[in-house]
């Protein structure tokens, strides 16, 4: 069975990445963190920090099985990140605290990917 397999009764724990994306179980966030924004995020064994930073709400699912050559990963911006299931639209953002880490610290842009800001914004 594959790693990403969610079985029909565990599909109301399925959580987004509000940086990212990638669609998990939050006992797979717990036990693994997020496999393109641990670095920073610090999901793994931390509750608090899943709860916070990633969502049950989000709409549309993608199957990435490689992002560096899919023009669905280019246009959702994914490509560079690990295979696997994304969302298209993942609601909420990051706390103001997570967010000015993010941009301040590791350099990275912050774009929410609940559609309230675009690229050009």
Same mark, same amino acid.
């Given at each position: 069975m594959s790693d990403n397999y969610v079985a029909p009764n565990q599909q109301r724990y399925l959580r987004a990445c #509000? $940086?990212?994306s990638i $669609? #998990?179980?939050q006992a @797979?966030? @717990?036990e693994e963190g997020c496999p393109n924004c !641990? !670095?920073?995020l610090? =999901?793994?064994g931390s509750m608090d920090q899943i709860e916070s930073c990633t969502s049950q709400v989000f709409e549309g699912l993608i199957s990435l099985a490689n992002p560096?050559? &899919?023009w669905v990963a280019k246009w959702q911006r994914l490509d560079g990140y690990v295979k696997g299931v994304y969302a298209t639209k993942v609601s909420g953002q =990051?706390? +103001?605290d997570v967010r000015t880490a993010i941009e301040e610290e590791y350099r990275i842009q912050?774009?929410? @990917? +609940?559609? &309230? $800001?675009t690229e050009a914004d």
């Open positions: #509000m $940086v990212c $669609v #998990m179980t @797979r966030f @717990r !641990e !670095e920073f610090h =999901l793994q560096s050559k &899919s =990051l706390p +103001d912050y774009i929410p @990917r +609940d559609g &309230s $800001v």
